[in-house]
């Protein structure tokens, strides 16, 4: 029978987008997005949707009210629809069993509680959240020890790839619509039920399906891939800086090697993000389940780059600063993971500005996307690192970079917003403190020119001459001699 009535448990990063494409391209089925949350259902029903999101807004005024619903009422979507997508987070433990590592399930469980002691009929049951292997498992296991006579219930694994930031453009035209399900006949018939919602936008020859366990570890796997890609250019960086090759130079030339390809190589301040980090620690925790502990550690070695390349910029700030940043004013410009969102989950600038207050800096941040409420909450709450009140003394938030830079010492980029790309620097150089420097962590900027109007710059991946800088002389001699003494000792 086909689909009519989608429900979507979760309206979040995944969720509200992947659904509002659902009911654009199927106008014929009914998509019912709920959450527990009233106050996000109240946002995704405003006139100001809970996420920045390119082309969403334009979406969800099309189908929001024809096709496209966003409710509280979890019970009464449940009950009506034949297919229910699982799109809840499913954050790394903090606490028991596996804490820092394991994906925490509670969510996903509570779910597929909820379907059961609710569904009357047959369903559908899609696992959209990224979960670990076999998580699919246990969901089973507690829809069929609390079901209803008379009703069965088939699981799918149905990943999301999408990125935020270009989440519209990559659920139109995804490379690949993932979908696993058991080998069984019902299984099989399940799978095809879904394929035909996505077919009316994705090309059949796209749609892959597999068996359910293969379908869980791809997702992990895929999010790995990226993320080391990332960790590798930027272990490169580190050499870069240390001896005079251009990480751009070298990400190009071996991108251009069509085994390789071009994507993901560029060097940054680290990755962020809700994803990565999650995820990879997810498949070490797998691993070492598994008794697999070399195949853990070299996952592992991916966060441990990344947290090494956020410690390093930072600390290369400070250097750079005559080692000390107490009381010195540093504009941080983006806060948000990446550009065109206004995701800070796991966002390096959280790590780069708390860095910063520790040593005694005040902070002028500006991002365009990301509310002052969420820059102060994610600087005060994590981990007690830091006390509220210190944050609030120390932190000051803008509305314009131009604002944000006034009477700075430094400026340091932590997100590739195009609007930085284009402001006046020649205006900001004037009104700033001297000597003044620019730390670029996106390399989106124009280093020579910034150079020209008297900025000290300092990037990822590239070590810039620096004429003005005062003792700087003796600093490259000193690197350059244990470069070299390094390159003679190998030889000989
Ligand atoms: P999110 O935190 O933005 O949204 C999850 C929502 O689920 C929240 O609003 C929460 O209130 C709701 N929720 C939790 N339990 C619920 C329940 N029992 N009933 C109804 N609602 C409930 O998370 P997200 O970023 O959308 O991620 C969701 C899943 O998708 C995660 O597993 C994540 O790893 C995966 N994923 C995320 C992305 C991304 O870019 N954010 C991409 C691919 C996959
Ligand atoms: C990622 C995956 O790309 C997506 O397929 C998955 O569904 C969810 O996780 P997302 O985290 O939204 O998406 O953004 P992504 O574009 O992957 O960027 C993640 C982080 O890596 C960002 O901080 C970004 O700035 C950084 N990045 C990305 C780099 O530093 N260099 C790169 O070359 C690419």
Same mark, same amino acid.
């Given at each position: 029978?086909?689909?009519?009535?989608?429900?979507?448990?979760? @309206?979040?990063?995944?969720?509200?987008?992947?659904?509002?494409?659902?009911?654009?391209?199927?106008?014929?089925?009914?998509?019912?997005?709920?959450?527990?949350?009233?106050?996000?259902?109240?946002?995704?029903?405003?006139?100001?949707?809970?996420?920045?999101?390119?082309?969403? !807004?334009?979406?969800?005024?099309?189908?929001?009210?024809?096709?496209?619903?966003?409710?509280?009422?979890?019970?009464?979507?449940?009950?009506?629809?034949?297919?229910?997508?699982?799109?809840?987070?499913?954050?790394?433990?903090?606490?028991?069993?596996? &804490?820092?590592?394991? @994906?925490?399930?509670?969510?996903?469980?509570?779910?597929?509680?909820? /379907?059961?002691?609710?569904?009357?009929?047959?369903?559908?049951?899609?696992?959209?959240?990224?979960?670990?292997?076999?998580?699919?498992?246990?969901?089973?296991?507690?829809?069929?020890?609390? %079901?209803?006579?008379?009703?069965?219930?088939?699981?799918?694994?149905?990943?999301?790839?999408?990125?935020?930031?270009?989440?519209?453009?990559?659920?139109? $035209?995804?490379?690949?619509?993932?979908?696993?399900?058991?080998?069984?006949?019902?299984?099989?018939?399940?799978?095809?039920?879904?394929? &035909?919602?996505?077919? %009316?936008?994705?090309?059949?020859?796209? /749609?892959?399906?597999?068996?359910?366990?293969?379908?869980?570890?791809?997702?992990?796997?895929? $999010?790995?891939?990226? @993320?080391?890609?990332?960790?590798?250019? =930027?272990?490169?960086? @580190?050499?870069?800086?240390?001896?005079?090759?251009?990480?751009?130079?070298?990400?190009?030339?071996?991108?251009?090697?069509?085994?390789?390809?071009?994507?993901?190589?560029?060097?940054?301040?680290?990755?962020?993000?809700?994803?990565?980090?999650?995820?990879?620690?997810?498949?070490?925790?797998? *691993?070492?389940?598994?008794?697999?502990?070399?195949?853990?550690?070299?996952?592992?070695?991916?966060?441990?780059?990344?947290?090494?390349?956020?410690?390093?910029?930072?600390? #290369?700030?400070?250097?750079?600063?005559?080692?000390?940043?107490?009381?010195?004013?540093?504009?941080?410009?983006?806060?948000?993971?990446?550009? =065109?969102?206004? !995701?800070?989950?796991?966002?390096?600038?959280? %790590?780069?500005?708390?860095?910063?207050?520790?040593?005694?800096?005040?902070? %002028?941040?500006?991002?365009?996307?990301?509310?002052?409420?969420?820059?102060?909450?994610?600087?005060?709450? *994590?981990?007690?690192?830091?006390?509220?009140?210190?944050?609030?003394?120390?932190?000051?938030?803008?509305?314009?970079?131009?604002?944000?830079?006034?009477?700075?010492?430094?400026?340091?980029?932590?997100?590739?917003?195009?609007?930085?790309?284009?402001?006046?620097?020649?205006?900001?150089?004037?009104?700033?403190? &001297?000597?003044?420097?620019?730390?670029?962590?996106? #390399?989106?900027?124009?280093?020579?020119?910034?150079?020209? +109007?008297?900025?000290?710059?300092?990037? /990822?991946?590239?070590?810039?001459?620096?004429?003005?800088?005062?003792?700087?002389? &003796?600093?490259?001699?000193?690197?350059?001699?244990?470069?070299?003494?390094?390159?003679?000792?190998? +030889?000989?």
């Amino acid at each position: 029978m086909p689909i009519t009535k989608i429900c979507c448990m979760g @309206a979040g990063y995944v969720g509200g987008p992947t659904c509002s494409v659902i009911a654009l391209k199927c106008p014929h089925i009914r998509v019912t997005v709920v959450d527990k949350s009233s106050e996000r259902i109240a946002q995704w029903n405003s006139a100001k949707l809970p996420i920045y999101e390119p082309g969403l !807004d334009a979406v969800v005024q099309k189908c929001r009210g024809r096709n496209l619903f966003f409710s509280t009422d979890i019970a009464q979507a449940i009950e009506e629809a034949e297919l229910i997508f699982i799109s809840v987070n499913t954050p790394t433990k903090r606490f028991g069993n596996g &804490k820092g590592r394991a @994906a925490d399930l509670k969510y996903v469980e509570s779910a597929a509680r909820m /379907i059961a002691e609710i569904s009357a009929g047959d369903k559908i049951v899609v696992e959209k959240s990224t979960v670990p292997v076999r998580a699919a498992e246990s969901i089973m296991n507690i829809l069929r020890a609390n %079901h209803k006579p008379g009703v069965s219930y088939q699981i799918l694994s149905n990943p999301e790839f999408l990125a935020e930031g270009t989440a519209i453009d990559d659920l139109l $035209n995804a490379d690949r619509v993932l979908i696993g399900g058991e080998e069984s006949p019902e299984g099989q018939a399940a799978i095809e039920e879904l394929c &035909k919602v996505y077919e %009316h936008w994705i090309p059949r020859k796209n /749609i892959l399906t597999t068996n359910t366990w293969s379908s869980e570890l791809s997702k992990l796997a895929a $999010n790995a891939f990226l @993320a080391q890609r990332i960790s590798s250019i =930027n272990s490169l960086s @580190a050499v870069c800086e240390s001896t005079g090759a251009d990480v751009s130079e070298v990400a190009r030339a071996v991108g251009l090697d069509s085994r390789i390809g071009s994507k993901f190589l560029q060097a940054s301040v680290g990755f962020g993000g809700s994803c990565f980090q999650k995820d990879i620690l997810n498949l070490v925790y797998i *691993c070492e389940c598994l008794n697999l502990p070399e195949v853990a550690a070299y996952w592992q070695q991916v966060i441990d780059m990344n947290e090494y390349q956020k410690s390093r910029f930072s600390a #290369k700030v400070i250097e750079s600063l005559f080692n000390t940043v107490t009381d010195k004013k540093i504009s941080i410009l983006g806060f948000a993971f990446k550009k =065109n969102t206004g !995701d800070t989950r796991e966002s390096p600038a959280i %790590h780069v500005a708390r860095t910063l207050i520790d040593e005694g800096a005040k902070l %002028h941040i500006y991002d365009p996307k990301v509310e002052e409420s969420q820059i102060m909450s994610d600087l005060s709450n *994590c981990g007690a690192i830091l006390e509220p009140e210190l944050v609030k003394s120390r932190v000051s938030i803008f509305k314009d970079a131009y604002s944000a830079t006034k009477n700075t010492h430094a400026i340091v980029v932590c997100t590739e917003w195009d609007e930085f790309v284009e402001l006046d620097y020649k205006r900001i150089y004037a009104e700033m403190m &001297k000597p003044a420097y620019i730390f670029d962590g996106r #390399k989106i900027l124009d280093h020579d020119k910034l150079q020209k +109007l008297g900025f000290i710059v300092q990037t /990822i991946g590239k070590k810039i001459e620096c004429q003005k800088l005062r003792g700087s002389g &003796k600093i490259k001699l000193k690197i350059e001699e244990k470069w070299y003494r390094y390159h003679f000792e190998a +030889l000989s």
